[in-house]
């Protein structure tokens, strides 16, 4: 059983950055890979990115490459996303999740485990 935390999100002009964080309990962390994915309102929960177990691969949806950067650092249970050159279209709720296994999955159905949601609001 995992237990995801989010937070960091906020409200920001276009043009500035953010940092998500994402925290979980238990001693497991590194046996699960990571995802940040996004809602905004009428539409589908999209991935973001994701990370493998040992972060040595990473996803990123096109619309965010170049300037977001996913990240995770097993000995404090974190994962995160830095959030740079913020666009009014990156306004959604975001969600940690976590997969049991080693590889990334853009699929949200792969994913056990899920945080309650940090709001980024980005302001034109």
């Known amino acids: 059983q995992v237990q995801l935390v989010e937070s960091g999100g906020g409200l920001v002009q276009a043009g500035g950055s953010l940092r998500l964080s994402c925290a979980a309990s238990?001693?497991?962390?590194?046996?699960?890979?990571m995802g940040w994915f996004r809602q905004a309102p009428g539409k589908e929960r999209d991935v973001v990115a994701a990370i493998s177990r040992s972060g040595g691969s990473t996803y990123y949806a096109d619309s965010v490459k170049g300037r977001f950067t996913i990240s995770r650092d097993n000995a404090k249970n974190t994962v995160y996303l830095q959030m740079n050159s913020l666009k009014p279209e990156d306004t959604a709720v975001y969600y940690c999740?976590?997969?049991?296994?080693?590889?990334?999955?853009?699929?949200?159905?792969?994913?056990?485990?899920w945080g309650q949601g940090t709001q980024v609001t980005v302001s034109s």
């Open positions: 999740a976590a997969r049991g296994g080693a590889y990334v999955s853009t699929e949200s159905y792969r994913y056990d485990y």
């Open positions: 238990g001693r497991t962390f590194s046996s699960y890979a």
